[in-house]
């Protein structure tokens, strides 16, 4: 990596990972219930909800912070990432299930069904299971994208056509004869590679390779931006129609970058799903979409940790706030934080930040500059 890639920000955010990927796990694993510093199992599973959250996020920045692709139905890549992995883990039950069927899910043979479908075959693999995580959610995006942006479709009309892709999936995926769960979707996982996965070692095993995962991500997202594919990405963010002027395929770039964030996507929900033990269509909605985007609005578009800090942050409050009076309020406050943001802080928390840093540098230049002309004055006199 380049020393423009491992700046000391980037650093200092894979060291925080570092330390909660092993800290958490240890809090929980070696100390007593009773400890002040021990940390429940419950709140490590949130934690590594919050983990894959950011990942998501993540995902999003890379398009809309530095191609300005804004995406509306990043949730369905998410979602589908998710659904191949809670494959993998019904396959896992084998004849454990309510009805016994060592080869199909007990919602199979609830509804009658006589053989697994084909969609389902090969998911007792876990290599194969992973493959699908990635494969399934970047192929979605690869044609999705390839017909979106042979078309310049763009702004606006781009985030619709997203959102109308999520929605069509979550009603799909709500159809019974569809052969992914239904309304119910996929739960009652039992193993994960042999392990179990309710037990606290498989927990902390998890939120350790959430953090992992979520580190890998940032360390890619850098060097794509960091490169001269990324500074095509933001030329063709500041001025498309010039970008394509000056001869860049710009519709290839943006298919790249959408097929590589959906990818990051599929990873993310892959590990939200054991970590959290049910995946439904639920996980379609259109309101996950547009949430996601807020996060990375509030943390700040464009920054990358921004949009960590962002999922963390509006997650975190979401999990306090929808758990006392103001639960049924919590809409209406996210709400008013995206608008409070858009007006206040357009640039968000992090972009605020920085832009402020960069403004005082810059003044102090100019003044260092300004003193340096003054002294030199007297010299030339002389």
Not at 15 to 26: E, H, K, N, R, T
Not at 182 to 210: H, M, Y
Not at 335 to 351: A, H, K, S
Request: net charge positive.
């Amino acid at each position: 990596m380049t020393p423009r890639v491992l700046d000391p920000g980037t650093i200092a955010f894979l060291i925080i990972l570092a330390v909660a990927a092993i800290g958490v796990p240890l809090l929980n694993l070696a100390t007593q219930d009773s400890s002040a510093l021990h940390v429940p199992t419950y709140l490590m599973a949130l934690f590594g909800k919050y983990v894959c959250f950011a990942l998501l996020a993540l995902s999003i920045d890379l398009i809309w912070g530095f191609c300005g692709i804004l995406s509306l139905g990043h949730g369905a890549f998410f979602a589908l990432g998710g659904y191949a992995m809670g494959m993998y883990l019904m396959r896992q039950i084998g004849g454990r299930g309510v009805y016994g069927n060592p080869l199909l899910p007990d919602f199979m043979v609830f509804l009658n069904w006589k053989e697994l479908p084909l969609a389902w075959w090969g998911l007792s693999s876990f290599p194969y299971a992973v493959l699908m995580v990635l494969l399934v959610p970047g192929l979605l995006a690869l044609v999705f994208g390839w017909f979106a942006f042979r078309s310049r479709v763009t702004g606006v009309h781009f985030s619709i056509i997203t959102q109308a892709m999520t929605f069509a999936l979550l009603l799909a995926f709500f159809r019974n004869d569809f052969g992914f769960g239904g309304n119910n979707g996929l739960t009652d996982f039992k193993d994960i590679l042999g392990f179990n996965v309710q037990a606290d070692t498989t927990r902390a095993a998890l939120f350790a390779i959430s953090c992992v995962a979520l580190a890998l991500g940032y360390v890619v997202c850098r060097v794509l931006v960091s490169s001269k594919f990324g500074m095509v990405l933001i030329a063709i963010r500041d001025a498309e129609s010039r970008a394509r002027f000056l001869g860049y395929r710009v519709e290839s770039y943006k298919l790249a970058v959408f097929t590589i964030s959906a990818c990051m996507a599929g990873v993310a929900g892959a590990l939200y799903v054991p970590q959290v033990g049910i995946i439904n269509p639920g996980e379609f909605s259109p309101a996950n979409s547009i949430e996601a985007v807020i996060w990375v609005a509030v943390g700040g578009r464009g920054t990358l940790v921004g949009a960590v800090a962002g999922a963390i942050l509006v997650n975190y409050a979401k999990t306090t706030f929808t758990s006392g009076p103001l639960a049924p309020y919590w809409l209406f406050l996210l709400g008013g934080l995206f608008v409070g943001v858009t007006l206040w802080l357009p640039r968000g928390i992090f972009g605020t930040i920085a832009h402020w840093r960069a403004f005082r540098r810059s003044r102090l230049a100019e003044a260092d500059a300004s003193d340096a002309s003054a002294s030199a004055k007297p010299l030339a006199a002389e």
